[in-house]
């Protein structure tokens, strides 16, 4: 049960895929337990991955219920092992910020529309989440495949005015 | 970057414009590498047919504004492209966090006089600071549209709805679209 310190790129083990967990044992459950307690230590944190806190573990939190973006819209705490999307629809960008590459924020485009399955203690899960839940989600599973938001930015601020042809 | 370091190092404000060709990026850096210049902060584009870059650089090693305004005359010496050098003091580099919400704000209409002053002014009053801006003209020269987008930083305390409320009376006037939302990042 501790707040443990998020680990910052250019860490390696923040582009390592974690391994997947065999079975939730007292290990896990405290693992589950320090992500919890390092999300709600970060300010305006919806997240932790285990690779985060230093972890190759295929775990991640989320808890979107205390946030602006997403307090009307969320399954409450959610404890995920070996999380997977198992279906994906929809697109919409949000500007997206990462406790693990502190200072730099950018425009990512993610599927508005989830359905992802999970082990967690309470057993198996499968839920559909939306909006700012699937947007948190997805950026957590992210870190448990070795990817940041920084390999997903779907466009420069500008890009709008990017594509005309000048004659 | 180690802080101490940071704030013990010489900064230069750096602007280049000029035709637009392949290798402008590249010559530039090219320059400031062997320099020993970092590119702390840029942003570059098209605008027109020209490209412009604005870079923040900083160096170690001290040297004058000359040695670099000789080095860029040098490798620009084909013609086509201007620069512009400044030093920059220590409290010109000090990045002030954003407090407040972040706001985009989209502006088009038919073209006319007046647009960017009359909405960046209505900001300015506010305290709302802008930190993002392109505006471009498209349209067909019969029928030209003016389009303005920014991204501005909120005082604490103000909302989006207050910005959206402020554009009501200037939508009327200038008859252009003005719409604001919110891209307040998340953390994740």
Request: net charge negative; aromatic share 6%.
């Given at each position: 049960?501790?707040?443990?310190?998020?680990?910052?790129?250019?860490?390696?083990?923040?582009?390592?895929?974690?391994?997947?967990?065999?079975?939730?044992?007292?290990?896990?459950?405290?693992?589950?337990?320090?992500?919890?307690?390092?999300?709600?230590?970060?300010?305006?944190?919806?997240?932790?991955?285990?690779?985060?806190?230093?972890?190759?573990?295929?775990?991640?939190?989320?808890?979107?219920?205390?946030s602006r973006n997403g307090k009307d819209n969320n399954h409450g705490r959610l404890l995920m092992v070996?999380?997977?999307?198992?279906?994906?629809?929809?697109?919409?960008?949000?500007?997206?910020?990462?406790?693990?590459?502190?200072?730099?924020?950018?425009?990512?485009?993610?599927?508005?529309?989830?359905?992802?399955?999970?082990?967690?203690?309470?057993?198996?899960?499968?839920?559909?989440?939306?909006?700012?839940?699937?947007?948190?989600?997805?950026?957590?599973?992210?870190?448990?495949?070795?990817?940041?938001?920084?390999?997903?930015?779907?466009?420069?601020?500008?890009?709008?005015?990017?594509?005309?042809?000048?004659? | 970057?180690?802080?101490?370091?940071?704030?013990?190092?010489?900064?230069?404000?750096?602007?280049?414009?000029?035709?637009?060709?392949?290798?402008?990026?590249?010559?530039?850096?090219?320059?400031?590498?062997?320099?020993?210049?970092?590119?702390?902060?840029?942003?570059?584009?098209?605008?027109?047919?020209?490209?412009?870059?604005?870079?923040?650089?900083?160096?170690?090693?001290?040297f004058s504004k000359k040695t670099l305004e000789a080095e860029f005359a040098t490798k620009f010496s084909?013609?086509?492209?201007?620069?512009?050098?400044?030093n920059l003091k220590v409290d010109e580099v000090q990045y002030q966090e954003p407090m407040g919400e972040?706001?985009?704000?989209?502006?088009?209409?038919?073209?006319?006089?007046?647009?960017?002053?009359?909405?960046?002014?209505?900001?300015?009053?506010?305290?709302?600071?802008?930190?993002?801006?392109?505006?471009?003209?498209?349209?067909?020269?019969?029928?030209?549209?003016?389009?303005?987008?920014?991204?501005?930083?909120?005082?604490?305390?103000?909302?989006?709805?207050?910005?959206?409320?402020?554009?009501?009376?200037?939508?009327?006037?200038?008859?252009?679209?003005?719409?604001?939302?919110?891209?307040?990042?998340?953390?994740?």
């Amino acid at each position: 049960m501790s707040v443990r310190p998020i680990v910052l790129y250019p860490d390696p083990i923040l582009k390592t895929p974690a391994a997947a967990v065999e079975r939730i044992d007292a290990a896990v459950t405290e693992l589950l337990t320090d992500l919890v307690d390092t999300m709600l230590a970060g300010p305006g944190s919806v997240g932790v991955a285990a690779p985060q806190i230093g972890v190759g573990l295929k775990v991640c939190v989320v808890d979107v219920s205390k946030s602006r973006n997403g307090k009307d819209n969320n399954h409450g705490r959610l404890l995920m092992v070996n999380p997977e999307i198992v279906a994906r629809s929809g697109a919409a960008t949000m500007r997206e910020g990462c406790m693990s590459v502190p200072d730099y924020t950018g425009d990512v485009e993610r599927a508005t529309d989830i359905t992802v399955r999970f082990e967690s203690p309470e057993g198996r899960q499968e839920i559909s989440a939306s909006g700012f839940e699937a947007v948190a989600i997805q950026h957590e599973i992210d870190h448990l495949d070795g990817y940041l938001f920084l390999d997903r930015i779907s466009s420069l601020k500008t890009g709008l005015f990017r594509r005309k042809n000048y004659k | 970057m180690n802080a101490v370091l940071k704030e013990n190092l010489s900064h230069f404000a750096v602007t280049i414009i000029g035709k637009d060709r392949p290798g402008i990026v590249a010559d530039t850096a090219e320059v400031l590498y062997r320099l020993g210049c970092n590119v702390e902060d840029s942003s570059s584009t098209m605008l027109g047919g020209e490209y412009a870059m604005i870079l923040i650089v900083s160096h170690v090693k001290p040297f004058s504004k000359k040695t670099l305004e000789a080095e860029f005359a040098t490798k620009f010496s084909g013609g086509g492209l201007s620069f512009f050098i400044r030093n920059l003091k220590v409290d010109e580099v000090q990045y002030q966090e954003p407090m407040g919400e972040l706001c985009l704000v989209s502006v088009y209409g038919s073209d006319k006089p007046g647009i960017v002053y009359r909405v960046t002014r209505e900001l300015a009053d506010r305290q709302v600071n802008i930190t993002d801006l392109n505006t471009k003209l498209i349209g067909s020269p019969a029928e030209p549209v003016y389009v303005l987008i920014l991204e501005a930083a909120l005082p604490e305390g103000m909302s989006v709805e207050e910005v959206t409320q402020l554009f009501a009376g200037l939508k009327q006037e200038l008859k252009v679209e003005i719409s604001v939302r919110l891209i307040t990042p998340v953390a994740l």
